[in-house]
Nanobody, 131 residues
Framework: EVQLQASGGGSVQAGGSLRLSCELS????????IGWFRQAPGKVREGVSC????????LYADFAEGRYTMSRDNNKDTVYLQMDNLKPGDTAVYYC????????????????????????WGQGTLVTVSS
């Protein structure tokens, strides 16, 4: 079974940066989508970014575009989320998640940000941004 371990959260001031990591184990699928999500207190979980086995440019939520960068180290089976110019509104628990063998990649933009689409989840890492 796929297991994910997210880390790298912490407390920073507005304008600062953090890099989150998500280590994957038991991950052998040839086709997949890996996503980053976040959930702020009292709010629903929302998609931040995703990548697929096809490679190419990651997809980003509007709030993440231009400030966040998702990447993957194939050798370490780890995905990263570089977050720059952080704002207090970015305060949340950040999660990584995996969907194996996605069947609708041609419509990825329409569903990638829905947490209900993903099968496996890490435990989350807390990011706190102060003003």
């Amino acid at each position: 079974e796929v297991q994910l371990q997210a880390s790298g959260g912490g407390s920073v001031q507005a304008g600062g940066s953090l890099r989150l990591s998500c280590e994957l184990s038991g991950f052998t699928a040839a086709e997949w989508v890996i996503g980053w999500f976040r959930q702020a207190p009292g709010k629903v979980r929302e998609g931040v970014s995703c990548i697929t086995h096809l490679g190419g440019t990651p997809l980003y939520a509007d709030f993440a575009e231009g400030r966040y960068t998702m990447s993957r180290d194939n050798n370490k089976d780890t995905v990263y989320l570089q977050m720059d110019n952080l704002k207090p509104g970015d305060t949340a628990v950040y999660y990584c998640a995996v969907l194996e063998f996605p069947i609708a990649l041609s419509r990825l933009r329409s569903w990638w940000s829905g947490p209900e689409e993903y099968e496996f989840w890490g435990q989350g890492t807390l990011v706190t941004v102060s003003s």
